[in-house]
């Protein structure tokens, strides 16, 4: 059964910090994986799509890596605002022929102080 | 293009009740899927529907289902509501497998 984790629960910086935020999955066979963020109380916000055979996609101050083989994806955030504040949530895409879906982690809360 | 569309955005009901969620997703897409969040489970899936065809079903007990038009607009009914039904239930459509996932501003229920 697959499982993901993200670590830290929860994270406060100053603004202008670069950050990292890890996710980990147990099984690699996944189809892709997908970054999003949400606000309290709102739906989310899709930030980057990573699939299986890639290693890494960028948006603007953010980027995020895939290591299939060792179950990890990072998400960096760079120079951080205030406006970033936000939960971080991954997902893998487990799909087979009767369909996908989308197993979350936890999240991880981050807060950026002005 | 429109996003995904829920309706309605919150809900107050009673024990024993039912509830009804629709979901509109965004044109073109013909994959719906549910979610439901609560603080102590986090995101949870319910189901997948694609050409008005449950393809997935989570772990959830029977009093959860759902349905998909021909216009790929979908609708989650929740039948003898109990407290712990009170989540946040999101929608998401996609285009192909490829694609992201577009979610909803999701509808929060309320089971007094």
């Known amino acids: 059964k697959q499982e993901v984790t993200q670590i830290p629960a929860a994270l406060s910086v100053p603004e202008g910090e670069n950050l990292v935020l890890n996710c980990s999955f147990t099984?690699?066979?996944?189809?892709?994986l997908q970054w999003f963020r949400q606000d309290p109380g709102k739906g989310l916000t899709s930030l980057l799509l990573?699939?299986?055979?890639?290693r890494e996609q960028t948006s603007g101050r953010l980027n995020a890596s895939l290591d299939k083989s060792s179950g990890r994806s990072t998400l960096y955030i760079a120079a951080s605002q205030p406006g970033d504040s936000a939960t971080y949530l991954c997902a893998v895409l487990e799909l087979n022929n009767q369909g996908g879906k989308l197993i979350f982690g936890q999240g991880t809360e981050l807060s950026v102080k002005p | 293009k429109a996003g995904v569309t829920q309706t309605p955005r919150y809900l107050i009901k009673t024990r024993g009740q039912q509830v009804t969620l629709s979901c509109s997703p965004i044109?073109?897409?013909?994959?719906v899927s549910w979610y439901q969040q609560t603080p102590g489970q986090g995101l949870q899936f319910l189901f997948e529907y694609f050409s008005e065809t449950q393809r997935n079903k989570g772990n959830f007990p029977g009093r959860f289902s759902g349905r998909q038009f021909s216009n790929s607009r979908s609708e989650m009914n929740v039948s003898t509501l109990e407290l712990g039904d009170s989540a946040l239930y999101l929608c998401a459509s996609r285009g192909s497998a490829r694609e992201t996932q577009y979610f909803g501003p999701g509808t929060r229920l309320l089971v007094l």
């Open positions: 990573i699939q299986s055979s890639q």
């Open positions: 099984d690699s066979a996944i189809y892709n």
């Open positions: 044109s073109g897409h013909r994959s």
